[in-house]
């Protein structure tokens, strides 16, 4: 199998699986091993990725929302809405203190969720 093809391949099953489980955005901005995965994520590309975890270590290095990307300008609002779905923000040392909205560790898009109440009232309900 030519490498090209093989390579080509990979990219696509790296694709895949992270647009199926979603990253962690602070994680992958804390560890390099992890940054990677941005580059995957659909709509954002090495670039954009780059430039992300640049804004992100500028803002002292944690995202508390998924908002926030858009709120601290870290990504434009069509990079946001294409793939802000995909970033999930986790319950992580450096945001103990911090109250983190039950729906931004989900592949929910924040549109739904915010438009929509009802998905905010079961996480509530299920967190209980």
């Given at each position: 199998l030519p490498k090209t093809i093989l390579l080509r391949e990979y990219e696509r099953v790296i694709c895949r699986a992270v647009a199926d489980v979603g990253v962690d955005i602070n994680l992958s901005c804390k560890y390099d091993h992890i940054h990677g995965l941005l580059t995957f994520v659909p709509g954002l590309g090495p670039r954009k990725a780059a430039s992300?975890?640049?804004?992100?270590?500028?803002v002292g290095g944690v995202v508390v929302t998924r908002r926030d990307l858009l709120g601290k300008r870290l990504v434009g609002p069509f990079v946001y809405n294409n793939a802000v779905a995909f970033l999930r923000i986790r319950d992580i040392d450096s945001l103990r203190n911090q109250l983190l909205h039950p729906l931004d560790d989900t592949r929910l898009h924040p549109h739904v969720y915010h438009r929509n109440n009802w998905a905010t009232k079961i996480a509530i309900d299920a967190l209980e």
């Open positions: 992300l975890k640049q804004g992100i270590d500028r």
